[in-house]
């Protein structure tokens, strides 16, 4: 069946550092991929959508590659600042409706001044 | 201005008593879903629905109940509450579209005590 992969956390990083949190996806589908953010005491909101393979998405300084080829989406920043502190989803839709989004189990990236 | 607003945000419940957790949106949108979050397992949707007095099951609906009375509002029912139902919820509404945007609530956190 359809899966989501993503890099166990805690990932713990200082202040200027560069981020790579991995995800990797499973479909025979042809699947929109998402990265949603989670900042502490608040929801899940979107950092950014990729619907169409060997694109690449960006906000606030993250980018990921929607790679087919090796079926990942990779999140990258290269350098992070403590407001970053969040927990980060990789998740894998476009099937049908948003009730058959795929989520990863999120990974928490604390940043350190 | 939140655009998906939940309440209570916190509430402890005592084993075998009846919870109503409840989800306002003004996004206009027919989709609306619940979601559980627990540690080491992400987001996990209970139910959702795409039309008012109309309730789907999701992956995880057993113990609860869900309520569609318009298209603005949707509850979450634990009409006996256990200890494994503490966790934080989200409501979350969306267009439904396919690869479309979920737009999360601040979220529900309950003990069950």
């Known amino acids: 069946g359809d899966s989501v992969t993503q890099t166990k956390g805690p990932v713990t990083l200082s202040e200027g550092t560069s981020l790579t949190v991995n995800c990797s996806y499973e479909t025979k589908q042809y699947p929109t991929l998402f990265w949603y953010v989670q900042y502490p005491g608040e929801g899940p909101q979107l950092l950014f959508k990729v619907p169409k393979a060997n694109e690449k998405g960006s906000n606030r300084g993250f980018e990921a590659t929607y790679d087919k080829g090796t079926t990942s989406f990779h999140l990258q920043k290269a350098s992070v600042q403590e407001s970053d502190s969040a927990v980060y989803y990789c998740?894998?839709?476009?099937?049908?409706?948003?009730?058959?989004?795929?989520w990863g189990l999120g990974t928490s990236l604390v940043v350190n001044p | 201005e939140a655009a998906v607003t939940q309440s209570p945000r916190s509430k402890v419940a005592v084993t075998g008593g009846k919870v109503t957790l409840s989800c306002h949106q003004t996004n206009n949108h027919d989709y609306m879903y619940w979601y559980r979050q627990d540690t080491g397992h992400g987001l996990r949707l209970i139910h959702y629905?795409?039309?008012?007095?109309?309730?789907e099951k999701g992956d995880i609906p057993d113990g609860y109940k869900a309520s569609r009375p318009s298209q603005e509002n949707f509850s979450l029912i634990l009409e006996l509450a256990s200890l494994s139902q503490t966790a934080v919820y989200f409501c979350a509404s969306s267009d439904g579209y396919s690869g479309n945007t979920l737009y999360f609530g601040e979220g529900s956190r309950l003990i069950v005590v």
């Open positions: 629905s795409y039309v008012a007095d109309s309730t």
């Open positions: 998740v894998l839709g476009g099937f049908g409706d948003n009730s058959k989004l795929i």
